[in-house]
């Protein structure tokens, strides 16, 4: 039985259709959209019929003069839909084109393209060359693409109008042609099943269980309830959120989630859980989703606090930012958002630690100095070099808080290179003692030991701060000491520890086991296989850096690609090469014209470099055209509404998208930085580095959501030639 008060819910295609009218007309569209919420049935709401239309419930609403609304209003119930907005001729030709219906079987409600009578189906387009096609589609089988019975496509959402059309597929070609005359979760089920992904984990993943309960296809108000509706559906909780949607349209992440997601989000679970995910798959949005939705039950206890946690601190200002823009002023007083080393740094100096925390390479030289005294001890005779001394002071000495001789000659030193033997390491270890002994006459303490400070206070009692949750944000970034420091920061209870992590992705650290951390994970490891980002041939072309290197799953297994994919085929990466950077900088200028002219603000393109110093050098090369420019700031967020095209280096652009990416002086010696490529003689640190910097690339790369451009100059990063 329906509701007394109205339901009134907004489809995602509203809000993009919202979003791409003239801003002039959009106040028009509001003011319309929360009266409507506060009541559809109002006597200056006109409903009109659409005579042409193939669904009998929708219903078109008069906005002003030109725009009109296309409404779902079916005959049973309290049930208003707004599914689309656009001129009077448009909205119409767009109502007589789809069809909005609860599928028999699923239960879902579902919008999708219909044909005309008497009309073939339209083609439609893939932006890619015909060239690029036929080396994708080299050999096309007459067979279909599909093999499935009815049932089995009736129980994945495939329409009972479409079983005719999914039938008769019989190439990945026909089925990206096929999607707009597809539900979107019919069409990704199917898309998956063609890239490889097995009929098991399809219908575990999309099918409904077998009930003898029968779908009422009237039901419009149960059907808004169904988890696979609400990844396009959605109802606003109050005039504030609806507010928030239609200040943001665009910004589908803050209310729209694929049922994977909101499983991940809306459950309990009974310890720590670790999410996997390529990127694009939203692994940050269920981060944050997820903390709102623990400080939002009614079961969190009163002034219990949620730690939100990242690596870097330009991210946690993003995050924080976000936040705002889903939560409630209340919510976000339960949460606090800050990077770990910020945390510890504060942490310990409430409890009395008087030492200043200081970084490798930072501009101050205190760590550069110690560094140089402590090296000067090293035994000539030994024939080390610089850099072997300093990641075994990393990867050793900090990482397993060895303090005195006996203990490095016990300590381990799996994953090194060079072998020593006992008479080698006690020739060795006057350096590190050195370097222990230059900070502490300086007052000065490392990150590593810092956090292992504070893992002793927490573990002897010496202070009782702890958080009712914790919610980690690119979790393959994080040290062994510092997730041994998260396990100590929250009770082993229900919903304690939730990580979203992708090795992918690692450009800071060595990989970690969470299990070896404290954080058991048994039986709560996800993983996030859709990329909602990035074009399908950006992805592979960012992912294919990677395909010959063994990664890790945060856990000590290894996590492949294999089962990630984007549902957009899109446009090609275009790579170019020229002689000079002045060749270079007039092409970049000339493409963002381009752009420009075909309706991207100049806010939506990013120009990516590998340095700081290269962003000032491109900086200057787009103001010398005229062109308005903004440099990201790690310290802070990213104002869209700052015109200009933006510069971040790769480090900069992590957890950020642009509808365009530009990728520039991509050449030798600076991807990877020769720098860092050189600063080890051991073969296994020069691999890791290796790796690190093809992480580095592969990230910049996916944050394109649209295009991808990647130039050089002169000779071109080996990177591109792989």
């Not at 929708?58 to 309290?78: A, H, T, W």
């Not at 970084?359 to 072997?388: I, V």
Request: with cysteine; proline share 4%.
């Amino acid at each position: 039985m329906s509701n007394l008060q109205p339901k009134v819910a907004l489809g995602d295609g509203f809000l993009q259709a919202f979003a791409a009218i003239p801003r002039s007309k959009q106040k028009a569209v509001m003011s319309f959209v929360s009266k409507f919420r506060s009541n559809p049935r109002a006597p200056g709401i006109n409903y009109e019929v659409i005579r042409n239309a193939r669904d009998t419930n929708f219903r078109s609403v008069r906005i002003d003069q030109d725009y009109r609304g296309v409404v779902l209003s079916p005959e049973q119930g309290n049930v208003y839909i707004l599914l689309w907005v656009d001129k009077h001729d448009e909205a119409y030709t767009w109502a007589e084109r789809h069809r909005c219906q609860i599928h028999p079987t699923t239960g879902s409600l579902q919008l999708f393209e219909v044909e005309h009578e008497f009309e073939q189906p339209e083609e439609v387009s893939v932006p890619i060359t015909v060239e690029k096609l036929e080396q994708q589609y080299e050999k096309v089988d007459t067979k279909p693409l599909f093999e499935l019975d009815d049932e089995t496509l009736l129980s994945i959402g495939v329409p009972q109008e479409r079983l005719a059309l999914v039938h008769s597929l019989t190439s990945e070609l026909e089925l990206e042609k096929s999607e707009p005359r597809l539900p979107i979760e019919a069409f990704e089920a199917l898309y998956l099943l063609a890239a490889g992904t097995s009929l098991k984990d399809i219908i575990q993943e999309y099918s409904v269980s077998k009930q003898n309960i029968p779908v009422d296809i009237k039901d419009f108000e149960k059907a808004l309830d169904h988890p696979a509706t609400q990844r396009r559906f959605h109802v606003p909780e109050d005039e504030q959120e609806l507010g928030r949607m239609l200040n943001a349209p665009l910004e589908r992440w803050r209310v729209f989630l694929h049922p994977s997601q909101r499983q991940l989000v809306e459950r309990e679970w009974k310890g720590p859980v670790r999410v996997l995910g390529g990127a694009g798959t939203g692994k940050t949005v269920v981060a944050m989703h997820r903390a709102r939705w623990l400080v939002s039950q009614p079961e969190w206890p009163k002034n219990a606090r949620l730690l939100f946690t990242t690596f870097t601190s330009n991210l946690a200002l993003d995050i924080a930012d976000n936040l705002r823009k889903i939560c409630t002023p209340e919510q976000v007083q339960r949460i606090e958002v800050i990077n770990l080393d910020a945390w510890v740094s504060q942490f310990v100096r409430r409890n009395g630690y008087q030492s200043r925390i200081i970084y490798p390479g930072g501009r101050d030289n205190h760590y550069t100095n110690c560094w140089s005294k402590a090296m000067a001890l090293a035994d000539g005779s030994l024939s080390f070099p610089d850099s072997f001394y300093q990641e075994e002071w990393q990867r050793v000495i900090l990482s397993q808080q060895v303090r005195s001789r006996q203990e490095y000659f016990a300590a381990s030193r799996i994953g090194r290179g060079v072998a020593l033997n006992r008479r080698q390491r006690a020739q060795i270890w006057p350096v590190f003692e050195e370097m222990r002994e230059q900070l502490a006459r300086g007052g000065f303490v490392t990150v590593e030991d810092a956090v292992y400070h504070a893992l002793e206070l927490l573990q002897q009692g010496d202070d009782k701060r702890s958080y009712h949750a914790v919610v980690v944000d690119e979790g393959q970034d994080f040290a062994a000491e510092a997730l041994s420091l998260l396990r100590a920061l929250v009770p082993e209870q229900y919903n304690d520890i939730f990580i979203v992590g992708d090795a992918h992705q690692r450009i800071y650290q060595r990989k970690t086991s969470l299990g070896q951390c404290g954080i058991n994970i048994m039986g709560r490891g996800r993983k996030l296989k859709i990329n909602y980002r990035t074009t399908e041939l950006i992805r592979r072309y960012a992912t294919a850096l990677l395909e010959n290197v063994e990664i890790d799953d945060l856990d000590g297994g290894t996590d492949g690609t294999k089962d990630y994919r984007s549902l957009v085929l899109g446009q090609a990466p275009i790579v170019q090469n020229f002689n000079d950077l002045s060749g270079e900088g007039q092409w970049l200028v000339e493409n963002i014209n381009h752009l420009q002219n075909s309706g991207l603000s100049l806010s939506e393109i990013c120009i990516v470099t590998r340095t700081n110093s290269l962003c000032g050098t491109y900086e200057e090369i787009l103001q010398s055209y005229g062109l308005a420019t903004h440099t990201l700031s790690r310290q802070k967020v990213d104002d869209r509404s700052k015109e200009g095209v933006r510069l971040a280096t790769m480090h900069r652009i992590k957890g950020l998208e642009f509808r365009c990416v530009m990728m520039v002086g991509i050449n030798h010696g600076v991807v990877p930085l020769s720098k860092a490529m050189k600063a080890s003689q051991d073969v296994v640190e020069q691999r890791l580095t290796d790796i690190n910097e093809r992480a580095l690339f592969h990230v910049a790369a996916t944050r394109a959501v649209r295009y991808l451009y990647i130039s050089s100059y002169g000779i071109p990063s080996e990177y591109l030639e792989s």
